[in-house]
């Protein structure tokens, strides 16, 4: 695991279209349980290193039941965006994922990680790499029907600020879903 990991910081596959340069982020043990499949480190993760810090990640603590001291502990938590580097902002927020990533480095690294029980996909991004075909018209409909995608994959949204609208308009999510979720991480842990 060390060995990839260290190959994993040392890539510079899609560098050239990065316009902060390459800084790939991510965090994983051999003994992860849980796997939170992100889209791409924002800003602040770029800049200090640390994945999921900042408010999205706060929030996704939240949503789990978890501390930080937990959250980082990667005995139970691996944390593996699609993107491992922030690909900059655009006029909508910030860009897509870069698409090298994970087909080059999510299955070795995956099966490097016997212990996994779930993956946690956050976003349409992983979603759609995820649940393929399975995957419903949209990420509310795949949210929803998240009992559909156990014992294996746990769809989410985003837990940024932004998607502060869709949780008012789908209140079935704070209600229903995150019960759920809280459950089913406090039975791994």
């Not at 897509?96 to 349409?124: N, S, Y």
């Amino acid at each position: 695991m060390k060995e990839l990991l260290n190959q994993i910081k040392a890539c510079r596959l899609c560098e050239q279209y990065l316009p902060f340069g390459a800084n790939p982020v991510m965090l994983a043990g051999e003994k992860s349980k849980i796997i939170i499949v992100g889209q791409a480190p924002g800003r602040k993760v770029h800049e200090t290193h640390i994945p999921w810090n900042d408010k999205s990640g706060d929030n996704l603590r939240l949503w789990l039941g978890v501390d930080k001291e937990l959250f980082y502990d990667t005995d139970y938590f691996a944390l593996m965006p699609m993107g491992f580097c922030y690909p900059g902002t655009g006029k909508n927020g910030d860009f897509p994922p870069r698409k090298e990533c994970a087909p080059t480095w999510h299955q070795k690294l995956t099966d490097l990680m016997p212990e996994r029980k779930i993956f946690l996909l956050v976003g349409q991004y992983a979603q759609k790499y995820y649940l393929g075909k399975s995957v419903k018209e949209n990420l509310t409909e795949t949210v929803k029907n998240y009992a559909t995608y156990l014992p294996l994959y746990f769809p989410l949204p985003h837990p940024s600020g932004r998607n502060n609208i869709w949780q008012a308009k789908n209140p079935w999510f704070k209600q229903d879903v995150l019960p759920a979720l809280k459950e089913i991480i406090t039975e791994i842990i």
